[in-house]
């Protein structure tokens, strides 16, 4: 075991698996000076056929991605910024998610999309959470909480043949975490009950998954007992989990960085709504962002963006009332 920061855990997966197979390749906007931390000591390792600088065309270098991967190649795309995969959306959406459909299974699309999730007073258009767009298109999504997660859940992705979108939350890339020396896959769709608990079954996804947890710990001590479910892959999520979860505990609070109206936690309220109804003595509560774009003031940042503790802590109070 080595403890290891969470962006760490990603980049060591990913060229721990290139120098087992020589089809990865890894590409993206200044991926050779290694921006975000991801891909530093790359170009060193596996050179300049395998380490891709693209031109500033998130449509373009998706669009190879897509053509590479169709003719046998594995590749690992780092998007600089969260809000830059709208940029190549039909290309995403349209033409990799859907190839292996449209030809019957004949075409398989092995592409790993390593995506940051950001905020923090850079406004409007580098700060969304489109994981749940990505979701609507029926693309494959996992989001990881903890280095652990990171590193299984990102062999996994690379290792699939359909296209997966790996979504690293702002605010915990640079935890430290436990991490095996080896590799180990995490199957996607498979979840993990974080923390054992009896009255509230708590979801959370990425980053609130550790507010989540905080919010645990203080509670105990008020006598309230949570039980913590991270999806993990988000989609598809693991239903039959979250449904024992909920058989015992009753009640459930919904915990996710996309906005309000037709974001994930919609989706996960709306299965519980259709599937668990019969098992809910209290009504599905949701703590999300808000319906506004994200200002530029840190101050009104923090009104839109969740943090997810106190919101947390004063639902747990008004849905068991103790």
């Known amino acids: 075991m080595s403890r290891m920061r969470y962006l760490r855990a990603v980049s060591q997966t990913i060229a721990t698996e290139m120098k087992k197979d020589p089809d990865i390749i890894y590409m993206g906007e200044d991926v050779r000076y290694a921006l975000k ?144 020396d080896e590799q180990y896959t995490i199957p996607l769709g498979e979840g993990e009950i974080k923390r054992e608990g009896e009255d509230i079954t708590i979801v959370a996804t990425g980053r609130l998954v550790l507010k989540a947890l905080e919010a645990a710990e203080q509670l105990e001590e008020e006598g309230y007992s949570l039980e913590v479910y991270d999806p993990r892959t988000l989609f598809p999520f693991d239903k039959p989990l979250l449904k024992k979860s909920i058989k015992k505990t009753g009640r459930a609070i919904i915990m996710d960085d996309s906005p309000r109206t037709c974001g994930y936690a919609a989706e996960v309220a709306a299965f519980l709504s259709d599937e668990c109804f019969d098992l809910l003595k209290a009504p599905v509560k949701r703590i999300t962002r808000a319906d506004v774009t994200v200002p530029f003031s840190p101050a009104l940042e923090k009104l839109v963006v969740p943090d997810g503790l106190d919101e947390l802590i004063e639902k747990v109070h008004s849905i068991l009332k103790k």
């Open 37 to 180: 931390g991801l891909a530093r000591g790359f170009v060193d390792e596996f050179g300049p056929e395998r380490v891709i600088d693209t031109p500033i065309s998130e449509s373009g270098f998706t669009g190879i991605a897509t053509g590479a991967a169709i003719e046998g190649l594995r590749p690992v795309v780092e998007y600089q910024i969260s809000m830059f995969c709208f940029n190549a959306f039909d290309e995403l959406i349209n033409q990799a998610q859907k190839w292996r459909y449209m030809s019957g299974g004949r075409v398989k699309v092995p592409v790993t999309y390593v995506i940051p999730l950001n905020f923090g007073a850079i406004a409007g258009q580098h700060s969304d959470s489109p994981h749940s767009i990505m979701i609507q298109g029926l693309m494959k999504t996992v989001m990881p909480a903890t280095p652990y997660d990171a590193k299984g859940l990102t062999l996994s992705a690379i290792r699939d043949d359909d296209p997966v979108m790996v979504f690293l939350p702002a605010g915990i890339r640079g935890r430290r975490g436990e991490v095996p």
